[in-house]
C-alpha cells in the first residue's frame, strides 16, 4: 500500500523505536547531492525498479526526492 507520511510522522515513528528504510529516489539532484538522510538508501528513480529484492519487506520504506 502507497499513502503519504508527513515528516512529523516519520519523526515520531524514529523515536518510537520502529524501523523506517528511507529511500532516497531523487532525479534531479540525485547525481550532484551526497547529501542523504543517515541510513537512506539511494537509488536512482529510474533504477528502482531493478532494486525491489535489495528492499526489506513488511518495514515502512519513506521515499523523498527534491
Not at 17 to 34: C, K, T
Not at 50 to 59: I, R, T
Given at each position: 500500500?502507497?499513502?503519504?507520511?508527513?515528516?512529523?510522522?516519520?519523526?515520531?515513528?524514529?523515536?518510537?523505536?520502529?524501523?523506517?528504510?528511507?529511500?532516497?529516489?531523487?532525479?534531479?539532484?540525485?547525481?550532484?547531492?551526497?547529501?542523504?538522510?543517515?541510513?537512506?538508501?539511494?537509488?536512482h528513480p529510474d533504477e528502482v525498479i531493478?532494486?525491489?529484492?535489495?528492499?526489506?519487506?513488511?518495514?515502512?520504506?519513506?521515499?523523498?526526492?527534491?
Open positions: 500500500m502507497i499513502q503519504r507520511i508527513t515528516p512529523e510522522e516519520v519523526n515520531n515513528s524514529i523515536e518510537r523505536g520502529e524501523y523506517i528504510l528511507p529511500l532516497d529516489v531523487r532525479r534531479a539532484s540525485w547525481d550532484e547531492s551526497n547529501v542523504k538522510i543517515k541510513g537512506a538508501l539511494r537509488i531493478n532494486h525491489l529484492d535489495e528492499l526489506p519487506k513488511g518495514k515502512l520504506i519513506v521515499t523523498y526526492c527534491t
